[in-house]
């Protein structure tokens, strides 16, 4: 049993000592007053758990002045009146000002410990409801995330200070107001939301909303609604969460366009520029038409276009033209319904409404026959289609990027690409050059590989050797950037040794970048024949004839070129 601090106010002294012996004898402490002044000023100087008033006071004083006074001065103290002729006029005002409880003269001991022990009970359990709400409105108060609790009705029951800031919901002006009128000026994904946990009396939850909002129009957030009930189960309303995800969202952005730009290896001008255009372009929704030969790159392209745009958080779906037939790419890229066609046995969802809010790479555009690519372009026209065996419209909000090994002017001159069509898609074009034109990035590529199969194959291998370098810089690279990918894999596999040599090189490689005797140009210049010399000396090493011109091989390698000496 909980001791407190009891005070007693009577102007009987034998009824003050009597009730301050019972409470003493019990472990209470107690004390007592004989009249409101002596009272009031102990209540001022010391914390009382709980007071005994009696109704009837020296001096015409009233115990309910004094039980309005220690309701002022100490609310949190417990208060029982103690009269000798109760009516229930005066129990209804003592209860109404705060008093616990009443009691009637004569007192009996059993009558006032249980009392007492009720009092107190009373007060621990308050304090700690108390303590309780006070602690949860600290936590509400203080959590970032925008807090909105809200009735059966969906009528705004209560909002912290985040929900004026992420959602524009201010508590002072939103509470018991219809939360539809709060939030017309966003996308509503919240409110429907809350609409369905109330209604169904379950969670949802939405990872990745954009709210549109003019408060907030570049805002992601996600939303987590939850059911309210009461103790039978019924719905007492739901409580909404919404987090600001949009720097999160930014800085994986930020973080999945650099991943993408680091996969396009090199520091050529071409490179360089490359990159610019993605960058430009990364925000605009119109299509971009990827060109250059097979092996250049393109998918890398397409893969950091997406990355560094605002759809990134979306998917980027990928098909190549070339791999289906005309049937099959059709349904791929659009569509079918069930019975469109003997095997379609279920509805399919295209490739076009899967990228919806995304990105679509269409790869080998070039290999469309003519009736799909009069069917792409009304796509593109308009951001509608049709699935196979379905005429009801689809629209969706998609980023083409498409990307070929052709000469798509040369196709439409032929008669074999629709001109209307490539100039829809060759808005902007970004066009990739061959290896062996940016010949100054294969040092970069090769050291790039060389980590990519260390950690493949868990080797340790530290690189090329200068002979295999100067192979790999002389070769003409039909097969661009993936030929030379798959050449240093082939070695991977079947080499020994901790430096890659042209022993661990592909037989056919080797056929035909295998040594060959330095052609000397023309009209040789004094600069011409002391790269001849130093070539020579060197026996064919560039590296060692880099080291006794004093210039980078880079520099050599630009020479040669230049100077068109053939090694």
């Not at 009269?83 to 001991?109: C, M, N």
């Not at 880099?546 to 520099?555: D, N, V, Y």
Request: proline share 3%; charged share 25%.
């Amino acid at each position: 049993m909980s001791r407190g601090r009891v005070l007693i106010v009577d102007d009987e002294e034998s009824v003050r000592f009597t009730l301050c012996s019972f409470l003493e004898d019990e472990g209470h402490l107690a004390e007592a007053a004989a009249t409101f002044e002596e009272a009031y000023r102990l209540l001022g100087s010391a914390a009382f758990d709980l007071v005994f008033i009696d109704i009837i006071l020296d001096n015409g004083t009233s115990g309910i002045d004094l039980l309005r006074r220690v309701k002022e001065v100490a609310d949190g103290t417990e208060v029982i009146i103690i009269t000798g002729a109760p009516t229930v006029d005066t129990a209804s005002r003592a209860l109404r000002l705060g008093a616990l409880d009443y009691i009637v003269k004569p007192i009996r001991q059993d009558t006032l410990l249980k009392t007492t022990a009720l009092a107190l009970k009373h007060k621990l359990l308050r304090e700690a409801k108390e303590t309780y709400r006070l602690n949860l409105e600290a936590i509400f108060r203080s959590v970032r995330d925008a807090i909105i609790t809200v009735n059966e009705h969906l009528e705004v029951v209560e909002a912290n200070p985040a929900a004026a800031e992420i959602c524009g919901v201010e508590r002072d002006d939103a509470t018991g107001r219809p939360l539809s009128e709060l939030v017309r000026d966003c996308c509503g994904s919240c409110l429907e939301a809350l609409a369905q946990t109330v209604g169904r009396r379950e969670p949802v939850e939405l990872p990745c909303v954009e709210c549109g909002s003019s408060l907030h129009p570049d805002q992601v957030v996600s939303i987590t609604a939850a059911p309210l009930l009461r103790h039978d189960g019924t719905s007492s309303g739901g409580v909404l969460v919404v987090r600001n995800r949009t720097q999160i969202v930014e800085l994986e952005r930020c973080l999945a366009e650099c991943r993408e730009m680091a996969r396009i290896i090199g520091t050529s001008a071409a490179i360089e520029e490359i990159r610019s255009m993605i960058r430009s372009l990364a925000d605009v929704q119109t299509p971009v038409l990827i060109t250059g030969e097979s092996g250049t790159g393109k998918e890398l392209v397409a893969d950091a276009l997406h990355a560094a745009g605002n759809r990134c958080g979306r998917n980027l779906v990928k098909i190549n033209c070339a791999a289906l037939s005309e049937g099959l790419l059709e349904s791929e890229l659009f569509g079918h319904v069930r019975g469109a066609f003997t095997g379609a046995v279920k509805d399919k969802v295209g490739r076009f409404q899967r990228a919806h809010g995304g990105s679509i790479f269409l790869d080998e555009i070039g290999e469309m026959t003519p009736s799909m690519q009069l069917r792409l372009l009304r796509v593109l026209e308009t951001m509608e289609f049709e699935r196979v065996g379905d005429s009801t419209p689809t629209r969706v909000d998609v980023r083409v990027i498409a990307a070929t090994n052709r000469d798509l002017h040369e196709r439409v001159q032929r008669g074999e690409f629709r001109e209307d069509l490539y100039f829809r898609l060759k808005v902007v074009e970004i066009h990739l050059p061959p290896l062996r034109e940016r010949r100054d990035d294969i040092p970069l590529l090769v050291h790039h590989y060389v980590n990519v199969f260390n950690r493949t194959f868990s080797k340790s291998i530290e690189g090329v050797s200068d002979q295999v370098m100067d192979l790999f810089a002389r070769y003409h690279w039909p097969g661009n950037v993936r030929q030379l990918e798959h050449v240093l894999e082939h070695a991977f596999v079947l080499t020994r040794r901790q430096v890659l040599t042209p022993e661990d090189l592909p037989a056919d490689f080797m056929k035909v970048s295998g040594p060959k005797a330095v052609r000397h140009p023309r009209g040789q210049s004094a600069e011409v024949r002391a790269i001849l010399a130093a070539l020579e000396q060197a026996s064919h090493n560039k590296s060692e004839a880099a080291r006794l011109l004093g210039i980078s091989r880079r520099t050599l390698y630009r020479k040669l070129e230049e100077h068109q000496i053939v090694v």
